[in-house]
């Protein structure tokens, strides 16, 4: 998948807790000014390490239960799961090299 997908209480545990690879999900909302300046470099990731790790976005708005449950509460945040499982996380709107930074790190473990 080297767009984004759309995640959300239907689709979540098919597409992220139930993934053979690794996925960063992007919790989000319409509204949010660092949300949107964080989506270009949340792309980019989906198609540099397409077939290592799929990138999901969830809308806080429309999923607030999973955001609850992941104890989201600033946003923009990007969670990392392997094998169903959170393994890292980052708040806030990072550069392109934290980011890539992170997914390696998630990739290698």
């Known amino acids: 998948m ?11 545990d098919a597409e992220v807790l139930e993934s053979d690879l ?6 989000w909302a319409e509204w ?3 949300c949107k300046m964080i ?13 290592q790790i799929n990138v999901g976005k ?9 955001a609850t449950k992941y104890g989201i509460r ?4 990007l969670i990392f799961f392997k ?3 959170p393994v890292d996380q980052i708040v806030g709107a990072v550069p392109k090299g ?7 790190a998630v990739l290698a473990s």
């Open 83 to 85: 094998n169903g499982q």
């Open 58 to 66: 969830l809308d806080v708005d429309t999923a607030p239960a999973i």
């Open 2 to 12: 080297s767009e984004p997908f759309e995640v959300n209480e239907d689709n979540w």
């Open 74 to 77: 600033s946003i923009p945040a």
């Open 22 to 27: 690794p996925v960063m999900v992007d919790f």
């Open 32 to 34: 949010c000014g660092p």
């Open 98 to 104: 934290v980011l890539k930074s992170k997914i390696d």
């Open 39 to 51: 989506a270009p470099t949340v792309h980019e990731m989906a198609v540099e390490y397409d077939g």
